[in-house]
Nanobody
Framework: QLQLVESGGGSVRAGGSLKLSCAASGFPYSNYYMAWFRQAPGKEWEGVAHITTSGGGTYYADSVKGRFTISRDNAKRTLYLRMSRLKPEDTAMYYC?????????????WGPGTQVTVSS
């Protein structure tokens, strides 16, 4: 059974950093592109970043480019999102998901998410 569990969220001041993790189980993790998404209150879902199966290719939304880094450890079946120079507008619930290669089209269910709150 597919399971994704996000962790690492918290409350930080603007300019600070956080590293999110997503532990995956129940599917052949290394065979799938993975992505991070976020949803802020009253706003639409946003695809933040995605990564190829090997981790050698990445894509970032313009809103986070240069500040966030997506990575993965296939041996540990874990996806990461390193967030730096955080801004109040980064405040959201963050979720990981399997995606169709090179897109933000989700495959399967969401995990519980992890909350990131950035204060000014």
């Amino acid at each position: 059974q597919l399971q994704l569990v996000e962790s690492g969220g918290g409350s930080v001041r603007a300019g600070g950093s956080l590293k999110l993790s997503c532990a995956a189980s129940g599917f052949p993790y290394s065979n799938y592109y993975m992505a991070w998404f976020r949803q802020a209150p009253g706003k639409e879902w946003e695809g933040v970043a995605h990564i190829t199966t090997s981790g050698g290719g990445t894509y970032y939304a313009d809103s986070v480019k240069g500040r966030f880094t997506i990575s993965r450890d296939n041996a540990k079946r874990t996806l990461y999102l390193r967030m730096s120079r955080l801004k109040p507008e980064d405040t959201a619930m963050y979720y990981c998901a399997r995606v169709i290669g090179g897109t933000f089209t989700r495959i399967g269910s969401w995990g519980p998410g992890t909350q990131v709150t950035v204060s000014s």
